[in-house]
């Protein structure tokens, strides 16, 4: 598998998706805020990022935006979990998942945003131009 980030205020509920990820093959990294979300992705190369779409110190959509004006960054998927139905509802065009969820859809939804090489245990070089 890949290295996912997953972004999350709710550290409990970082260490229960991280094991779990661990688990199904998947290199974890770990941030409680967006700001630590960009200082992670920076220092290692990120095939995917799991983030919550609330958080007190930057939301999801935010974070994204950062990624996106980010040439070392920009061009990584985003996957978003909620549970208020609100923000699932403004994220219709995105990939979301919807708290609580089964370890079996994060998976799946994650899985689906690889490159079919990096599926495969293959490496994803992502270099700014």
Same mark, same amino acid.
Request: charge should be positive.
């Given at each position: 598998m890949g290295v996912v980030l997953v972004v999350d205020d709710d550290f409990e509920f970082l260490a229960v998706l991280s094991d779990t990820l661990t688990d199904e @093959?998947?290199?974890?990294?770990?941030?409680?805020?967006?700001s630590a979300a960009v200082r992670?992705?920076?220092?290692?190369?990120v095939d995917v990022v799991l983030t919550d779409v609330m958080m007190p110190f930057g939301? @999801?959509?935010t974070l994204e935006g950062a990624f996106k004006d980010d040439p070392l960054l920009k061009g990584v998927p985003f996957v978003f979990m909620s549970g208020a139905a609100r923000y699932v509802r403004e994220l219709s065009d995105a990939r979301v998942l919807v708290k609580p969820f089964k370890a079996e859809e994060v998976v799946a939804m994650l899985n689906s945003c690889l490159p079919n090489d990096v599926q495969n245990g293959g490496n994803r070089d992502r270099t700014a131009i």
């Open positions: @093959g998947w290199k974890v990294l770990v941030a409680g805020s967006a992670a992705a920076r220092s290692c190369r939301d @999801g959509q």
